[in-house]
């Protein structure tokens, strides 16, 4: 089972957006695959919502991919906040993670992939190198979130193919 997590609970995001073209990607792949979007979740502390992600999501994926959009040169507390409240060991021990980074600027969110491989390393989860910036993604993404750019539809397409091989 793949889990796709759209690290940021703003409505209408950019990044639930890219989750989804990846979930698109992931399903006609694979027929295993969930997206969680952290819009309207509570996530702050072991809650029922959290527990119910665990149970149905977390817990069984072996493989998650994070979407995740810069905030303030990292990626969103709200992530990191589900991630603590979790149960470490059954959620996160010994799976493995893809990331791609989302950013109106250049970067893509370099430094917050950076950030969360570090945690994600700490969390004994196996992290696939290729860690793909999206940058400028409103000029990439249109509103729908179709890929306006080829060539990042042919990077993101790449992604997932090795993901499915790790």
């Given at each position: 089972m793949?889990?796709?997590?759209s690290g940021t609970n703003r409505n209408d995001s950019m990044t639930l957006k890219v989750a989804r073209h990846y979930y698109k990607l992931l399903s006609e792949k694979t027929g295993n695959v969930h997206l969680i979007s952290l819009e309207n979740?509570?996530?702050?502390e072991r809650s029922g919502d959290l527990e119910?992600?665990?149970q149905q999501y977390l817990i069984p994926s072996e493989k998650f991919v994070f979407i995740m959009p810069e905030y303030n040169g990292s990626f969103p507390g709200i992530l990191k906040t589900m991630l603590d409240n979790t149960d470490i060991k059954k959620c996160w021990w010994h799976?493995?993670?893809m990331m791609a980074g989302v950013a109106d600027g250049r970067a893509g969110n370099l430094r917050g992939m950076e950030h969360m491989t570090n945690i994600l390393h700490y969390l004994k989860v196996h992290v696939l190198y290729n860690k793909l910036p999206i940058?400028?993604?409103n000029e990439e993404f249109d509103k729908d979130g179709n890929?306006?750019?080829p060539a990042t539809a042919s990077v993101?397409?790449?992604q997932v193919e090795e993901f499915l091989k790790f």
């Open positions: 793949i889990t796709i997590i979740k509570n996530v702050w119910e992600l665990e799976k493995k993670a940058s400028r993604i890929v306006l750019v993101i397409e790449q």
